[in-house]
């Protein structure tokens, strides 16, 4: 079994699905309306073949919690192949004005990971899971 796609619900569409393709290389789809409910989608593709549904309706609310951590899904990951691609990525994102929340570090269990927040404040790990790997530490 494997995860197919993970779906998120945003205000602002576009703006999501352009971070995504921007920073994590996806590809989006042409999107989905439905006129009768005004239901709105991207599916936004990774390599790895994981899939985002990013979604939309003119009624969504906000999240009302907008703590770190709260019930439901804590996040997701993107695995890259170094530590240097790590690194890599927390500096275009800090760069780029996203907070890096934690990291890099090694964690307790060998990855090499940061985190970081979208653009919707979901939490978003990129994570190596052999940093050790083609460069020293």
């Known amino acids: 079994m ?3 796609h993970i779906a998120i619900w945003t205000k602002d569409l576009e703006r999501l699905r352009d971070y995504y393709v921007r920073f994590f290389n996806g590809k989006s789809n042409q999107k989905y309306l439905n006129p ?3 239901f709105e989608s991207y599916f936004i593709s990774f390599e790895s073949g994981c899939r985002l549904e990013l979604t939309t309706i003119p009624e969504l609310e906000e999240r ?3 703590k770190l ?3 439901g899904i804590a996040h997701f ?3 890259v192949k170094s530590k240097l691609e790590v690194d890599a990525k927390a500096k275009e994102l800090k760069n ?3 907070p890096i929340v934690k990291g890099p570090r090694i ?5 090499y990971e940061f ?6 404040g979901n939490r978003i790990e990129v994570m190596a899971k052999n940093p050790f790997c083609n460069q020293a530490m």
């Open 2 to 4: 494997k995860i197919e």
């Open 36 to 38: 009768k409910t005004q």
């Open 64 to 66: 009302s919690n907008n």
């Open 69 to 71: 951590n709260y019930k």
């Open 77 to 79: 990951a993107f695995e």
């Open 96 to 98: 780029a004005g996203f």
């Open 107 to 111: 964690t307790g269990d060998g990855y």
């Open 115 to 120: 985190e970081t927040i979208d653009i919707d």
